[in-house]
Protein backbone atom coordinates (compact mmCIF):
# COMPACT_ATOMS: atom_id res chain seq x y z
CA UNK A 1 0.00 0.00 0.00
CA UNK A 2 1.14 3.53 -0.80
CA UNK A 3 1.91 5.55 2.20
CA UNK A 4 -0.37 8.62 3.35
CA UNK A 5 2.66 10.97 2.83
CA UNK A 6 3.77 10.05 -0.77
CA UNK A 7 -0.55 9.85 -1.81
CA UNK A 8 -0.82 12.97 -0.18
CA UNK A 9 2.27 14.69 -1.95
CA UNK A 10 1.41 13.26 -5.39
CA UNK A 11 -2.37 14.21 -4.38
CA UNK A 12 -0.87 18.18 -3.91
CA UNK A 13 1.24 18.06 -7.08
CA UNK A 14 -1.55 17.00 -9.29
CA UNK A 15 -4.24 19.90 -7.96
CA UNK A 16 -1.59 22.24 -8.50
CA UNK A 17 -1.48 21.36 -12.02
CA UNK A 18 -5.28 21.50 -12.41
CA UNK A 19 -4.96 24.68 -10.52
CA UNK A 20 -2.18 26.18 -13.24
CA UNK A 21 -4.45 24.84 -16.14
CA UNK A 22 -7.04 26.83 -14.79
CA UNK A 23 -4.87 29.95 -14.70
CA UNK A 24 -3.29 29.44 -18.20
CA UNK A 25 -6.84 28.92 -19.44
CA UNK A 26 -8.21 31.97 -17.67
CA UNK A 27 -4.72 34.20 -18.47
CA UNK A 28 -5.35 33.39 -22.04
CA UNK A 29 -9.31 34.47 -22.49
CA UNK A 30 -8.47 37.72 -20.54
CA UNK A 31 -5.95 38.61 -22.37
CA UNK A 32 -7.97 37.90 -25.83
CA UNK A 33 -10.72 40.81 -24.40
CA UNK A 34 -10.29 43.74 -26.47
CA UNK A 35 -7.49 45.43 -25.17
CA UNK A 36 -5.18 47.32 -27.31
CA UNK A 37 -2.29 47.58 -25.11
CA UNK A 38 -2.49 43.74 -24.35
CA UNK A 39 -2.82 42.44 -27.45
CA UNK A 40 0.26 44.64 -28.38
CA UNK A 41 2.26 43.30 -26.05
CA UNK A 42 1.38 39.74 -26.39
CA UNK A 43 0.90 37.84 -29.66
CA UNK A 44 -2.03 36.42 -30.50
CA UNK A 45 -0.02 32.94 -31.01
CA UNK A 46 1.06 32.83 -27.26
CA UNK A 47 -2.68 33.09 -26.43
CA UNK A 48 -3.53 30.15 -28.48
CA UNK A 49 -0.65 28.23 -26.58
CA UNK A 50 -1.71 28.84 -23.31
CA UNK A 51 -5.18 27.62 -24.31
CA UNK A 52 -3.39 24.38 -25.24
CA UNK A 53 -1.40 23.78 -22.20
CA UNK A 54 -4.15 24.81 -19.88
CA UNK A 55 -6.08 22.50 -22.02
CA UNK A 56 -3.11 19.87 -21.75
CA UNK A 57 -2.68 20.39 -17.85
CA UNK A 58 -6.47 19.53 -17.13
CA UNK A 59 -6.48 16.92 -19.19
CA UNK A 60 -3.42 15.61 -17.46
CA UNK A 61 -5.12 16.10 -14.18
CA UNK A 62 -8.08 13.92 -15.26
CA UNK A 63 -5.69 10.99 -16.88
CA UNK A 64 -4.26 10.83 -12.81
CA UNK A 65 -7.78 11.09 -11.31
CA UNK A 66 -8.29 7.49 -13.42
CA UNK A 67 -5.11 6.49 -12.76
CA UNK A 68 -4.92 6.68 -8.72
CA UNK A 69 -9.01 5.21 -9.21
CA UNK A 70 -7.58 1.68 -10.21
CA UNK A 71 -6.62 -0.92 -7.82
CA UNK A 72 -3.17 -0.35 -6.20
CA UNK A 73 -1.78 -3.64 -8.02
CA UNK A 74 -1.96 -1.80 -11.62
CA UNK A 75 0.72 0.08 -12.59
CA UNK A 76 0.46 0.26 -16.24
CA UNK A 77 -1.74 3.59 -15.77
CA UNK A 78 0.56 5.63 -13.66
CA UNK A 79 3.29 4.34 -16.10
CA UNK A 80 0.60 5.70 -19.18
CA UNK A 81 0.21 9.23 -16.81
CA UNK A 82 3.93 9.69 -16.67
CA UNK A 83 4.23 9.77 -20.68
CA UNK A 84 1.38 11.80 -20.87
CA UNK A 85 3.26 14.38 -18.32
CA UNK A 86 6.70 13.99 -20.37
CA UNK A 87 4.56 14.74 -23.13
CA UNK A 88 3.06 18.15 -21.06
CA UNK A 89 6.69 18.63 -20.45
CA UNK A 90 8.30 18.83 -23.65
CA UNK A 91 4.92 21.27 -24.54
CA UNK A 92 5.63 23.23 -21.78
CA UNK A 93 9.61 23.69 -22.48
CA UNK A 94 8.93 24.65 -26.44
CA UNK A 95 6.66 27.63 -25.41
CA UNK A 96 8.27 28.96 -22.41
CA UNK A 97 11.84 28.48 -24.49
CA UNK A 98 9.47 30.79 -27.16
CA UNK A 99 8.21 33.35 -24.63
CA UNK A 100 11.72 33.99 -23.69
CA UNK A 101 13.60 34.20 -27.05
CA UNK A 102 10.90 36.83 -27.53
CA UNK A 103 12.45 38.92 -24.55
CA UNK A 104 16.28 38.86 -26.61
CA UNK A 105 14.75 40.51 -29.44
CA UNK A 106 12.51 42.89 -27.61
CA UNK A 107 13.28 45.91 -28.66
CA UNK A 108 13.43 45.77 -32.26
CA UNK A 109 10.33 43.44 -32.23
CA UNK A 110 8.14 46.34 -31.05
CA UNK A 111 10.02 48.92 -32.78
CA UNK A 112 9.15 47.23 -36.43
CA UNK A 113 5.69 46.51 -34.96
CA UNK A 114 4.87 50.14 -33.83
CA UNK A 115 5.77 51.62 -36.89
CA UNK A 116 3.31 49.54 -38.88
CA UNK A 117 0.25 49.57 -36.17
CA UNK A 118 -2.79 50.94 -36.70
CA UNK A 119 -2.97 54.61 -35.54
CA UNK A 120 -5.20 53.44 -32.72
CA UNK A 121 -3.26 51.30 -30.76
CA UNK A 122 -0.70 54.14 -31.20
CA UNK A 123 -2.82 56.58 -29.15
CA UNK A 124 -4.30 53.74 -26.65
CA UNK A 125 -0.74 53.49 -25.99
CA UNK A 126 0.15 56.61 -25.81
CA UNK A 127 -3.04 57.61 -23.31
CA UNK A 128 -1.85 54.54 -21.20
CA UNK A 129 1.69 55.52 -20.54
CA UNK A 130 1.31 59.03 -20.64
CA UNK A 131 3.57 59.75 -23.44
CA UNK A 132 4.05 60.73 -27.30
CA UNK A 133 5.77 58.38 -30.51
CA UNK A 134 7.73 55.86 -30.19
CA UNK A 135 11.34 56.99 -29.99
CA UNK A 136 10.75 60.40 -30.21
CA UNK A 137 7.68 63.02 -29.76
CA UNK A 138 9.09 64.32 -33.33
CA UNK A 139 8.35 61.35 -35.58
CA UNK A 140 6.78 62.32 -38.64
CA UNK A 141 4.46 59.61 -38.54
CA UNK A 142 3.18 59.98 -34.77
CA UNK A 143 -0.72 59.32 -34.12
CA UNK A 144 -2.13 62.43 -32.63
CA UNK A 145 -5.12 62.79 -30.26
CA UNK A 146 -6.32 61.24 -26.71
CA UNK A 147 -3.21 62.28 -25.14
CA UNK A 148 -1.00 63.56 -27.46
CA UNK A 149 -4.19 65.48 -28.92
CA UNK A 150 -2.29 69.42 -28.20
CA UNK A 151 1.32 69.80 -30.20
CA UNK A 152 2.51 72.15 -27.57
CA UNK A 153 1.94 69.71 -25.06
CA UNK A 154 3.07 66.76 -27.18
CA UNK A 155 7.02 68.99 -27.21
CA UNK A 156 7.27 68.85 -23.52
CA UNK A 157 6.33 65.18 -23.12
CA UNK A 158 8.72 62.10 -23.42
CA UNK A 159 8.44 59.17 -25.62
CA UNK A 160 6.82 55.81 -25.17
CA UNK A 161 10.09 53.68 -25.99
CA UNK A 162 10.89 53.61 -21.91
CA UNK A 163 7.86 52.93 -20.55
CA UNK A 164 6.43 50.96 -22.60
CA UNK A 165 9.37 48.84 -22.96
CA UNK A 166 9.26 48.24 -18.96
CA UNK A 167 5.68 47.26 -19.46
CA UNK A 168 6.82 44.64 -22.37
CA UNK A 169 9.46 43.17 -20.83
CA UNK A 170 7.67 42.82 -17.67
CA UNK A 171 4.77 40.88 -19.04
CA UNK A 172 6.86 38.78 -21.13
CA UNK A 173 9.13 37.66 -18.29
CA UNK A 174 6.71 37.03 -15.88
CA UNK A 175 4.72 34.80 -18.58
CA UNK A 176 7.63 32.62 -18.72
CA UNK A 177 8.60 32.29 -15.59
CA UNK A 178 5.06 31.25 -15.03
CA UNK A 179 5.49 28.54 -17.67
CA UNK A 180 8.57 27.02 -16.13
CA UNK A 181 6.97 27.25 -12.85
CA UNK A 182 4.30 25.30 -14.21
CA UNK A 183 7.65 22.75 -16.06
CA UNK A 184 8.57 22.33 -11.95
CA UNK A 185 4.78 21.13 -10.88
CA UNK A 186 5.35 18.75 -14.01
CA UNK A 187 8.14 17.43 -12.83
CA UNK A 188 7.10 16.93 -9.01
CA UNK A 189 4.54 14.91 -10.54
CA UNK A 190 6.38 12.99 -12.72
CA UNK A 191 8.56 12.09 -9.61
CA UNK A 192 5.72 11.47 -7.10
CA UNK A 193 4.16 9.11 -9.43
CA UNK A 194 7.41 6.93 -10.13
CA UNK A 195 7.82 6.57 -6.69
CA UNK A 196 3.87 5.49 -6.37
CA UNK A 197 4.94 2.91 -9.46
CA UNK A 198 8.08 1.41 -7.24
CA UNK A 199 5.89 0.97 -4.11
CA UNK A 200 3.32 -0.95 -5.68
CA UNK A 201 5.42 -2.42 -7.97
CA UNK A 202 7.58 -3.62 -4.75
CA UNK A 203 4.82 -4.89 -2.89
CA UNK A 204 3.18 -6.74 -5.00
CA UNK A 205 6.94 -8.49 -5.92
CA UNK A 206 7.17 -9.05 -2.44
CA UNK A 207 4.06 -10.62 -1.98
CA UNK A 208 4.37 -12.84 -5.10
CA UNK A 209 7.77 -14.30 -3.50
CA UNK A 210 5.50 -14.81 -0.13
CA UNK A 211 2.76 -16.81 -1.90
CA UNK A 212 5.69 -19.08 -3.94
CA UNK A 213 7.03 -19.83 -0.32
CA UNK A 214 3.79 -21.17 0.51
CA UNK A 215 3.34 -23.26 -2.88
CA UNK A 216 0.82 -20.50 -4.17
CA UNK A 217 0.38 -19.77 -7.46
CA UNK A 218 0.93 -16.08 -6.47
CA UNK A 219 -1.53 -13.07 -6.80
CA UNK A 220 -3.94 -12.02 -9.54
Known sequence: MVSKTLSAVWACFAVALLAAGCISIAYSINWAMPNMVIQFV???????????????????????????????????????????????????????????????????????????ADPDIQRAIQDEFRCCGYASTTESNMAMGGFCADSTIVAQQSSCQQPFMLYADWTLNTIFTAVYGFQAILIGLFLASCCMINKVTNRAERFRKIDLKRGGGGFV
Open 42 to 116: IDRSFLKAGLALGGAYIFTFVVAFVAVAQPTAVTFVLAGLNWVIILDMLMTLVIGSVIWMHTLKEQSMYREKWFV
